[in-house]
């Protein structure tokens, strides 16, 4: 239903640790950083949580500007991602605070550790993307949709974080919340839009 705020959590996702590598920019063979990366893996397993808030969302467009009920916008990026959409899926995902303080704490007594519990961080918010968008795929067949795109990506405002957590209300809801300088925390965290374009 357009405008109901509903919100998911999941299990988590399957680990990837070819991405976490990649996110750590670790090239060849890891076998001197796999112990570690073992060690971080089994810290943050009970540390995470897999939240997710969305909405749905009408598209019009109108003499160039986007209005999608809750904000209007000139971006040509986001109209590119949403050519032929007349609906949408808006939503705010995050893995939770833990983290945060996991890496801090890293910081200063291992770098090694704090670099790759980054780049966990980076590989499980992206598999909590991922598992999201492949189970509405699912459930709404009779609608194609396309890849999901950020604030601040290609010249989409990064202030549009502020219409996003206006309609989410994301603090009461997965406890995720945006800074004056339009931040998110925690820090592993994403907003992003969906575009559905019906089939047939």
């Not at 009970?46 to 809750?70: H, K, M, N």
Request: charged share 25%.
């Amino acid at each position: 239903m357009m405008g109901t705020v509903l919100v998911r959590s999941y299990d988590a996702p399957l680990v990837r640790r070819d991405e976490i590598l990649r996110y750590a920019g670790v090239r060849g063979t890891a076998s001197e950083i796999e112990p570690l990366l073992v060690e971080c893996l089994a810290e943050v397993e009970s540390a995470l949580t897999y939240s997710v808030c969305y909405s749905e969302f009408p598209i019009v467009e109108r003499d160039g500007t986007l209005e999608f009920g809750f904000l209007t916008t000139e971006s040509r990026d986001l109209k590119k991602a949403l050519t032929n959409c007349s609906s949408g899926i808006v939503f705010a995902a995050t893995v939770g605070i833990s983290l945060d303080r996991m890496i801090h704490r890293a910081s200063t007594t291992s770098p090694t550790k704090a670099l790759l519990l980054q780049a966990i961080g980076a590989e499980r918010i992206e598999a909590l993307c991922d598992l999201f968008c492949d189970e509405l795929r699912r459930e709404q067949s009779q609608f194609r949709f396309r890849p999901r795109v950020s604030p601040g990506y290609g010249d989409i405002p990064i202030e549009l974080q502020k219409n996003i957590f206006a309609l989410l209300d994301c603090p009461k809801r997965i406890g995720l919340s945006l800074n004056q300088s339009l931040i998110l925390s925690p820090s592993k965290s994403v907003t992003a839009f969906v575009g559905r374009e019906e089939i047939g």
